[in-house]
């Protein structure tokens, strides 16, 4: 298996932007590519190419379950493991997530000294499954 390089997250929040950005660069040593909406998600992340999709739930306009939803139906997105990170955590919104075909979800506010590692733990979970 390829190790996890390159990281897309949709996030409207500029200031969880910052401290994820910092989190995933620094302490995990990723390239991270930050979109504020699903719609500059959708624009930009095939040229990307990410290995994996971070997605906010809670996203004006367009929010993260309708973005995941758009993102899988472009061909070369289509198998990429991705997950959601909201405060929205009660089970059966978490259910709700998974059964979209998320890998995991990972809940805000998220402690930046472990993001990377929960990132690549979904992550790896998401390849075997798609395997």
Known sequence: MAELARIL??????????????ALEMI????VKIC???EQALAEAEQFAPQMIL????????????????????????????AFMTAKVMPSEVKQLL????????????????LSQDVT???????????
């Open 9 to 22: 997250y949709v996030e409207d929040e500029k200031d969880i932007q910052e401290v994820a950005r910092l």
């Open 55 to 82: 997605l906010d739930v809670m996203m004006p306009n367009m929010d993260g379950p309708t973005t995941f939803k758009a993102l899988k139906q472009l061909p070369s997105l289509r198998l990429i493991p991705t």
């Open 28 to 31: 995990g040593g990723f390239e």
């Open 99 to 114: 059964e979209l075909g998320a890998v995991g979800v990972i809940p805000k506010p998220f402690d930046p000294m472990t």
């Open 121 to 131: 733990k979904l992550w790896q979970q998401g390849c075997q499954d798609s395997a």
């Open 36 to 38: 504020s909406s699903g």
